[in-house]
């Protein structure tokens, strides 16, 4: 992956991360923000974490992942380092927050034992056949459908054989059928890097690719492509089975649409790489910076913000409130992340001895290939 094109990734996780932030901070009332039409894609920008997922973990599996165990090891690691400490935080976030403000969480924060379902969480089952949320931890739900990608992925990538398509309906078959709708979304990254086409095309192909996204969202936004998928479906399935049943998965039909604009824009970045980087070489630092922390800030937004909030109620900040709010939130996830990105190699050792157990479990049940 060219300097250019791995910047410009960067680039974009770390603005899909904020636009989500943002989303979130702006469509709370008692906080004072608004949503105008460039904090109003909270939900597609998960669309494009999903392509761009599938984009970069098939360049990790190609260059750097040689196989399954050391696939495995890199996936749990970069997964849990950030995950578990986040769920462990949205507990006490929340626990402080209900103290100084329970009316902010009316509503947010479901009934139930908080115990069983960080326990569903930590396992990525919170989304499996039923959905579990965690806490006020909304965004969480999507970690979960990542995860059950990297096993397909891992499944289909690796393994040969029948032993490739059983491990696969199975993992399908634990995913459930709302995590396996978005699947293709996913694929659709995984097709972007993979496909060698796009070496025949013209330097103004490569630039429409490029910037078709722009057409589509301003389409999308228009023509309210997001309400009319979802109400066609509700149409067919009826309210509870589409609001219930589907879940995150309900915007199946948009999502579909945005997730291919998605990925031939991915086609059009990765012919123009060594364009792009004398354009972002200037800003690598702060962009590495950002890009570095967006999966924690993807993780804990949301129960940050709901705490900030919480804790400046009492005070007389008029139309700053949303503002301060969103540097306190800021300053939180900034603070955990460098905890977070630490025990990324904490963990590794202990992630690596349990996958290795396993793969010689997987070995000796011939499950597995010899080395």
């Known amino acids: 992956m060219t300097g250019g094109l791995s910047l410009y990734l960067d680039l974009l996780r770390l603005l899909a991360a904020v636009e989500v932030f943002v989303f979130h901070l702006t469509g709370f009332s008692f906080i004072g923000g608004q949503r105008n039409a460039w904090s109003s894609f909270g939900h597609e920008a998960v669309v494009v974490f999903f392509v761009l997922s599938g984009f970069v973990i098939t360049h990790a599996a190609k260059t750097k992942d040689n196989d399954l165990p050391s696939y495995a090891v890199s996936r749990l690691t970069r997964v849990y380092s950030v995950a578990l400490p986040c769920l462990a935080l949205t507990c006490v976030f929340d626990l402080i927050g209900h103290h100084l403000a329970p009316d902010f969480y009316a509503g947010l ?4 034992s908080p115990l069983l379902r960080l326990m569903a969480g930590s396992a990525m089952l919170n989304e499996a056949w039923v959905s579990v949320q965690m806490l006020s931890n909304t965004p969480y739900w999507s970690i979960s459908y990542e995860f059950w990608y990297y096993v397909l992925f891992a499944t289909l990538f690796y393994l040969k054989g029948r032993t490739r398509w059983f491990f696969a309906m199975l993992a399908a078959l634990v995913a459930g059928p709302k995590i396996m709708l978005l699947f293709p979304i996913w694929l659709m990254g995984w097709c972007a890097y993979s496909e060698v086409l796009s070496k025949r095309l013209q330097s ?6 490029f910037v078709q996204p722009v057409f589509v969202l301003t389409a999308y936004g228009n023509f309210h492509w997001f309400k009319l998928g979802g109400e066609a479906l509700e149409h067919v399935l009826g309210y509870p089975l589409w609001r219930n049943g589907m879940a995150w998965s309900r915007y199946v039909l948009s999502d579909t649409v945005l997730g291919a604009s998605i990925a031939l824009h991915l086609v059009g970045a990765k012919m123009l790489g060594p364009r792009l980087l004398p354009i972002l070489k200037p800003l690598a630092k702060p962009i590495r910076f950002g890009a570095d922390r ?10 940050a913000i709901l705490m900030a909030a919480a804790c400046l109620s009492g005070a007389q900040l ?4 949303p503002y301060l709010v969103g540097l306190a939130a800021v300053a939180i996830v900034g603070a955990v992340s460098l905890i977070t990105e630490r025990q990324r190699h904490r963990l590794k050792p202990l992630i690596g001895a349990a996958v290795d157990a396993a793969t010689n479990v997987g070995r000796r049940m011939s499950l597995l290939p010899a080395r």
């Open 109 to 112: 924060t479901p009934s139930g």
């Open 294 to 303: 967006s999966f924690t800030l993807y993780l804990l937004h949301q129960p």
């Open 204 to 209: 103004w192909c490569a630039i429409l690719l």
């Open 318 to 321: 008029g139309g700053s409130r």
